[in-house]
């Protein structure tokens, strides 16, 4: 599988960006895909997750009500709508695939297998 991330860009805080994902090499049927980011001088942390089976989501508490995760199966496509940004969502934000069928999302990297290149999300204020 590979992932491709894009979307990122710079905006004001109170403003608006949305990230896709799109994946190629085979359906992500029974995958987690999740948003991961990376500000400078931190660990990656946990943003979002869909299992795209059911198509449940799970947020980070920092951004839960902010952020939305959808998924659009006909083009295999991920999608992170980030709305009232602030300046600490400054960061690179990835997206991951995790290849377990589960019931549950592990919010830790470590169990992703597939990663897009990062896209860079600038917040100013």
């Known amino acids: 599988v590979q992932l491709q991330a894009f979307g990122g860009g710079a905006v004001q805080a109170g403003g608006s960006l949305r990230l896709s994902c799109a994946a190629s090499?085979?359906?992500?049927?029974?995958?987690?895909v999740g948003w991961f980011r990376q500000a400078p001088g931190k660990e990656r942390e946990f943003v979002a997750a869909?299992?795209?089976?059911?198509?449940?989501?799970y947020y980070a508490d920092s951004v839960k009500g902010r952020f939305t995760i959808s998924r659009e199966r006909a083009k295999n496509t991920a999608a992170l709508q980030m709305n009232s940004l602030k300046p600490e969502d400054t960061a690179v934000y990835y997206c991951?695939?995790?290849?377990?069928?589960?019931?549950?999302?592990?919010?830790?990297?470590?169990?992703?297998?597939?990663w897009g290149q990062g896209t860079l999300v600038t917040v100013s204020s």
């Open positions: 991951a695939a995790d290849r377990r069928y589960t019931s549950y999302v592990d919010r830790n990297s470590n169990a992703y297998d597939y």
């Open positions: 090499g085979r359906t992500l049927s029974s995958y987690t």
């Open positions: 869909i299992r795209w089976s059911a198509g449940s989501t």
